[in-house]
């Protein structure tokens, strides 16, 4: 019981954490929001998809930096798509490199984007990371009524 | 008793897809979800003999579209549903995450219903369902309420936990401010069918 209690804390920490680095916004908290016991894993099956469509966008933008000439459009469409499903699902930082992309993109500074694009990448590597965490611990904690929160 | 209206929901993303459709879930909506334009117009029938009616028989109560999408975009669907004249009285409601005055403009003018910016919230899927239900056929405010409850109670049974009420900060701030004629307002017994939106 006791043990319950202390993996619960710490994931409640973690959650915490996770706004208060700024990886994750309000967004996040109103899928929580759609969670209920007929639907328990609601989130995480977003965030599921939202991984999968991330490593195909990764990979598309990849290929797409590698080409000459850039194809402008095709990388201002990956990255429209990446900027919504991290807008979705709450992944603050990652929508930030998206933003900071596009920046550089309308500038035509083909350096600024290559150089975000690695940050972009490094950030989503972060961010799943510390969600596979997140959900891991939360599963072993089982459910919690604290689940939505909200930081201060 | 409680009417439960179907919702054609169109969007590329399959994260965004699977979103609304739990939005839409959640507010006692029926959903059929597709990823393009091309597959809402298969769905809604190009022929129209059974207006607003899906291939399944089911009928359509609204259209709730992404903007952006590959092929045909949110706007050019609506425009071939406002044209067709078994579809054209279908409300369409456009989704995007870009807050573009011309865009939104453009789209009210060609018959949308109202413009969301996403993420769409709970908040705003229960809106345009109250607003859709008033619509569709005489639903007066008693009515509403009681379909307000049922969805509700139907929520709770479902989850024993205490739901969060939503903070005042995380309210409809970012959503377009509409004109009045073409708002969605929740003291406007209006029908749908109304024209005189646009000043």
């Known amino acids: ?152 | 008793m409680a009417q439960e209206l179907h919702v054609l929901a169109v969007d590329d993303s399959h994260v965004d897809r699977k979103v609304i459709e739990r939005l839409l879930k959640i507010s006692c909506c029926k959903v059929t979800a597709v990823e393009s334009g091309t597959r809402a117009l298969q769905y809604l029938g190009l022929d129209g003999e059974k207006s607003s009616m899906g291939i399944d028989g089911l009928k359509v109560n609204l259209i709730l579209t992404d903007y952006s999408m590959p092929g045909m975009t949110g706007y050019e669907l609506l425009k071939k549903i406002k044209e067709s004249s078994a579809l054209s009285k279908i409300p369409v409601v456009i989704m995007s995450s870009e807050k573009i005055l011309p865009r939104i403009d453009r789209c009210l003018e060609e018959g949308a219903e109202e413009f969301l910016l996403k993420p769409v919230k709970l908040s705003d899927v229960k809106r345009l369902r109250d607003f859709i239900l008033r619509g569709e056929g005489d639903v007066d405010k008693e009515t509403e309420e009681k379909i307000n409850e049922v969805c509700s109670r139907k929520r709770k049974f479902q989850d024993d936990s205490t739901t969060q009420p939503m903070p005042s900060s995380l309210g409809t701030a970012r959503d377009i401010e509409l004109s009045p004629e073409s708002s969605v307002s929740s003291e406007s017994q209006q029908p749908l069918s109304k024209q005189s939106k646009i000043g």
């Not at chain 1, 309000?26 to 469509?53: G, M, R, S």
């Not at chain 1, 194809?71 to 979705?88: A, E, I």
């Not at chain 1, 694009?117 to 799943?128: P, T």
Request: glycine letters at 4%.
């Open chain 1, 1 to 152: 019981m006791e043990r319950n209690n202390h993996l619960r804390r710490q994931v409640a920490n973690l959650r915490q954490s996770l706004f208060d680095q700024g990886y994750l916004d309000d967004q996040f908290i109103e899928l929580e929001e759609l969670q209920d016991d007929a639907n328990p894993n609601f989130v995480e099956e977003i965030v599921t998809l939202f991984y999968k469509d991330s490593a195909r966008l990764i990979h598309s933008i990849d290929q797409a930096l590698e080409k000459q000439p850039l194809d402008f459009t095709k990388l201002d469409n990956y990255m429209h798509q990446f900027k919504g499903s991290s807008s979705s699902i709450g992944a603050k930082k990652v929508k930030i490199e998206c933003t900071q992309f596009s920046e550089y993109w309308r500038a035509g500074n083909v350096e600024g984007c290559k150089r975000t694009f690695q940050q972009l990448k490094r950030e989503y590597v972060v961010l799943r990371k510390k969600l596979e965490v997140y959900f891991q611990s939360a599963r072993q904690a089982g459910p919690t009524e604290t689940m939505s929160c909200r930081p201060n």
